[in-house]
């Protein structure tokens, strides 16, 4: 296990992008977010305790469903 750091607004991971790790969140809060044809569609807040990217490790085609982005 290693650990990463992110600052505000910076981007985990894409929606589409190859699923390789999922990540916990130790401190601060990240926003899950899916495309549409609108923009950006918030589906969650995650903070500290929180499992992030876990559901495409399990996914057949192994690549994200939507992104997420540090908020804080």
């Known amino acids: 296990m290693s650990t990463k750091e992110f600052a505000a607004k910076d981007i985990i991971f894409r929606e589409g992008s190859p699923a390789v790790e999922a990540y916990i969140i130790e401190s601060g809060e990240v926003e899950v977010l899916?495309?549409?044809a609108n923009?950006?569609?918030r589906l969650a807040t995650l903070a500290a305790g929180d499992v992030l990217?876990?559901?495409s490790?399990?996914?057949q085609d192994s690549t994200r469903s939507a992104s997420?982005?540090?908020l804080q």
Do not use: D, V
């Open 34 to 36: 899916k495309s549409s």
């Open 39 to 41: 923009g950006e569609i």
């Open 53 to 55: 990217g876990e559901m």
């Open 57 to 59: 490790l399990f996914e």
């Open 68 to 70: 997420a982005r540090c």
